[in-house]
């Protein structure tokens, strides 16, 4: 692989940790949050799915008044079709919010 795609990658993959750790880690500051993530790199498709996931335990939450938690988010994003539409709706170009707000218009509709 030449250099330059090389620091592409490498550029894009600190650009999407900055994106989907907004609500974590000051972008362009020192996280440990996303130092585990960029030596470990799980694939782009995983950590937007995480992200996803993560929107909706948060809308989730917020209808129930309290912490859905975890297990119950992994649990209604199976069962209620949620990683379907993911699977279906996801692509690399797009955002995870742009995905997430695409996942609840077709859930919706």
Known sequence: MCKDKTEYVRIEYR??????????CPKDTYCI????????H????LLVQL??????????????????GWDDTIQAW???GYALLFSKLYSDSLSDKEIFDDILKSHTS
Not at 15 to 24: F, K, Q, T, V
Not at 42 to 45: G, I, K, L
Not at 51 to 68: E, V, Y
Request: net charge positive.
């Open 33 to 40: 949050f996303k130092e585990f993530l960029c030596s470990s």
């Open 42 to 45: 799980p694939p782009r498709r």
């Open 15 to 24: 650009r999407l940790l900055n994106e989907i750790g907004a609500d974590y």
């Open 78 to 80: 199976i069962t209620e």
């Open 51 to 68: 992200k996803c996931m993560d929107r909706m335990k948060l809308l989730k939450s917020k209808d129930a008044g309290k912490d859905i």
